[in-house]
């Protein structure tokens, strides 16, 4: 008895039938990665257009309305004025935007227009935290970081590239800080699939 009556007349997959089983089989795969790539590219430049862009708007909107810097000082009416960022309440920022006209940005899904959440490519969720603050080395700056996480470096790089055209974190108005409460700039940015460090941030330097 032949090998074709032992198995009924069925032929297996050829070499050829499987290759091509297992390129369709490749191309789905690269598919469902590029297309979860797309997302969370997508999710990072939204992020930063509702959240980063919006405030570095409005503060440039103020000042260009009075000539004064938004937070200032950390009161409603930013009357004691020294051009540092001071680092003023999510209550105290809105306020003074109001006070000239100004509608403050968006609170966002978190009911507050200074917080957002993110989750890192890690797995890890962040809740972002977003303030003004002064440096005598850097100026006037926007802070953003995690209290708790620091701030997520695929989040970081994904934002460097939009705003400076590179991911370095050294230069350019968008950096990596390795410590949010005393700033170093001269810190690139570490792998974006590294776990984040506790205390880091991102600072975007402002132009007044």
């Known amino acids: 008895m032949n090998r074709e009556k032992l198995l009924g007349g069925n032929k297996g997959f050829t070499l050829i039938e499987m290759a091509i089983v297992l390129i369709i089989i490749g191309i789905i795969i690269g598919a469902v990665v ?5 997302i969370k590219s997508a999710e990072q430049k939204k992020l930063y257009t509702k ?16 000539g004064w810097i938004l937070g200032d000082d950390a009161s409603d009416t930013n009357a004691t ?11 105290n920022l809105e306020a003074q935007l109001k006070a000239i006209g100004l509608t403050p940005p968006s609170e966002g899904p978190t009911g507050s227009s200074l917080v957002r959440t993110y989750t890192d ?8 935290i977003l303030g003004f603050k002064y440096n005598v080395n850097i100026g006037n700056y926007i802070d953003i970081t995690d209290a708790t996480n620091g701030i997520p470096f695929d989040l970081g790089i994904a934002w460097d590239r939009l705003i400076d055209d590179i991911r370095d974190g050294t230069a350019g108005d968008f950096r990596y800080a390795a410590a949010s409460t005393a700033p170093q700039t001269n810190i690139a940015w570490p792998g974006a699939d590294t776990s984040a460090v506790p205390a880091s941030a991102a600072i975007l330097r402002l132009e007044f």
């Open 34 to 38: 590029k297309g979860k790539d797309i």
């Open 51 to 66: 959240y980063v862009s919006s405030w570095q708007l409005a503060y440039n909107n103020y000042y260009d309305r009075t």
């Open 81 to 91: 004025r020294d051009g540092q960022c001071s680092n003023a309440s999510v209550g």
């Open 121 to 128: 490519s890690q797995g890890v969720q962040h809740a972002l």
